[in-house]
Nanobody
């Protein structure tokens, strides 16, 4: 089970840190990702981090967002800086067991960037 948190209303240029806490003891075996879905748009992958810590980002957030994981706390984070109105979306955490179709989703957390 994944629990997303940290979403809020923030002004342009502000920062937020999203958290995704995972239940169970197998967190370190999963590749983790953050997706977002804006109104009227498809869900898109924003950032991912593998079990070994390799990260990837979509071009639109490159240099502004940082994904990280803490395998002791069973938590993955998304640090978001220099937020823009275009970043407004519901953000979802995802866990995938490599080599399988086992995929799990958090419930989503709303991020709204507006003045």
């Amino acid at each position: 089970r994944l629990v997303d948190s940290g979403g809020a209303l923030v002004q342009p240029g502000g920062s937020l840190r999203l958290s995704c806490a995972a239940a169970g003891s197998l967190f370190s075996l999963y590749d983790m990702g953050w997706y977002r879905q804006a109104p009227g748009k498809q869900r898109e992958l924003v950032a991912s981090i593998t079990t070994r810590g390799t990260t990837n980002y979509v071009d639109s957030i490159q240099g502004r967002f940082t994904i990280s994981r803490d395998n002791i706390k069973n938590t993955v984070y998304l640090q978001m800086n220099s937020l823009e109105p275009e970043d407004t979306a519901v953000y979802y955490c995802n866990a995938v067991l490599p080599g399988t179709r086992n995929s799990y989703w958090g419930q989503g957390t709303q991020v709204t960037v507006s003045s």
